[in-house]
């Protein structure tokens, strides 16, 4: 029996991460990762809070989540957001209705001053979510788009306008003043491999990275940090990261997306069609791991954070 | 073609008060109805505005109401409520998903500026109710019940312990210092007939008298006022009237209900069975009108409002 490490943290977003984090849960023993999540795409809905990447790590690690879209719960239904929209109120979110039961609870507890970090492993905890989740910061962030049409927040961006018009810059409002989650620096300081999720790096790890305390923290520890590539022979598995990336004039490589994650690399998971691709990473001391990345559900997922395990292990060995 | 009143001002609460105002809202033309609703049993529930009898109101009136229960809307589903109850929230307070919506919405504009007035107003017209909803007051109007278990607010006396803790005394915080809704004052002034309808007393009528400028302004009204008894016989047809009056020492009968009133009302629609009982009352000029008030469904409602129409006309010829 090889030693596997006993606390793993995942940097992740929303669908890929949730994913990716779900493979390592169902891998790893009862307690033993915490995922750290982005907190740049959370947004007001008629004044209820709502976190669209914790919810859909929460639901996903809590088996409710809708597999098929890959957000929301599974089976939900959208009575309350029929009223809203009946009322004249703007609809273009699909919130459904323990969705937001959820958002009620949430911004019911923030009105009553806990903190988002102990609202979200509250819930964690009460809808049997398979890991710890945390946000990257209690403080308030939020991706704003350079866009065609001037600068738009992210919810609107994303769906409510199908993440069509053009990006040219991206900005973390908040960022620099944000304080990290105090369990997520726990989180970090007791790790013993960090792994960054398959998400957009550009929309879901960099607003975590933008955090100063975090990226401080996650400099500072020992623990060996492997990446997985978002993308396969420059395609994204979901979402618009391929044509962002272009939009924004970086390479939509797994060269690109390593180079957006600075020193903070120690290797790199990669689709076998990309090895040939990141050679050149390899000859700058990052570590391949040349696999079949897709997660091709729960079980998929697990087979690649198994394989992300193992290799770790020879990381360690190296240091 | 007997002339009827041209505008109908009805005081009411939830349940039975709804019946009524649908039964007028069918037997007079379009826009002839405002009903000005209590708001002393007005709740936050997890920092959500819930107005129950605005909101049996709303739902009966836009035919949205589930008929069985006489309150909240028909086929509604539970899952928000059961996910905050999952996480760990009190729900007693049966809140559908349908409902929630527009707790939601309500406390979202509440927010933003706008008054309870504006908003009922929109959400009557935005759901096709078939009158003009009008809450007392804007302002903050709670009713307190004094127990053999202490002070309570009503919501957790009424649903959260089934009116089981005995009553000795009510006050209606904040109604002191509660302006009237202006709405309410509009409708008032141009009322050619005004109606209290069959609800509580104690409960809901009393709450709305205890605005001073409502009272102020119904006092100075020259259009007829006819109550209708919520007792039959000596009993409710729906709710704790009858204990609750017992509880309160006051003498359960239509005498009794009258007396809450003062000198508002120019006529009373009591129960052929309580006809003799009132033979005081008409000594002391209050025209009765005996006749059947059971409401057995919109169609009997109708009937009574029909009826009450006709009569208040012989009031008028009287004036």
Redesign the interface.
């Known amino acids: 029996m090889s030693a596997i490490p006993g606390k793993v943290v995942m940097l992740a977003g929303g669908v890929g991460g949730a994913r990716m984090a779900e493979g390592f849960a169902r891998a790893l023993p009862p307690g033993s990762l915490s995922v750290i999540a982005n907190v740049g795409d959370d947004e007001e809905f008629?004044?209820?809070r709502v976190c669209p990447d914790i919810d859909t790590l929460l639901y996903t690690l809590a088996d409710r989540i809708d597999r098929a879209q890959g957000w929301g719960v599974a089976d939900?239904?959208v009575?309350?957001?029929?009223?809203?929209r009946?009322?004249?109120?703007p609809a273009w979110m699909k919130l459904?209705?323990?969705d937001?039961?959820?958002h009620?609870?949430r911004?019911?507890r923030l009105?009553g001053g806990a903190s988002l970090s102990e609202i979200t492993g509250?819930?964690a905890s009460?809808?049997g979510a398979r890991a710890g989740i945390v946000p990257a910061s209690d403080d308030r962030l939020r991706t704003k788009l350079l866009t065609d049409q001037g600068w738009m927040d992210f919810q609107p961006w994303f769906v409510g306008k199908r993440c069509e018009p053009k990006v040219t810059a991206l900005r973390y409002e908040g960022a620099t003043e944000a304080r990290p989650s105090p369990h997520a620096l726990q989180a970090i300081a007791s790790a013993d491999l960090i792994v960054v999720a398959p998400s957009n790096p550009l929309l879901s790890i960099e607003p975590i990275l933008a955090v100063p305390g975090l990226i401080d923290a996650l400099s500072a520890s020992r623990a060996p940090c492997i990446g997985v590539s978002p993308l396969i022979g420059g395609k994204a598995v979901k979402g618009p990261l391929a044509r962002l990336m272009r939009d924004m004039e970086i390479e939509p490589t797994c060269a690109g997306v390593a180079s957006r994650y600075g020193d903070l690399l120690d290797a790199f998971a990669v689709a076998n069609v990309d090895a040939d691709s990141v050679v050149d990473l390899q000859c700058r001391g990052l570590a391949i791991l040349p696999t079949d990345i897709l997660m091709d559900g729960p079980h998929g997922a697990e087979r690649l954070a198994r394989e992300i395990l193992a290799f770790s292990q020879t990381l360690k060995a190296g240091v």
Not at 86 to 89: Q, T
């Open positions: 008629y004044g209820l939900d239904t009575k309350a957001l029929d009223v809203l009946e009322l004249g109120a459904g209705d323990s937001f039961g959820l009620i609870w911004s019911w009105a509250e819930a009460r809808l």
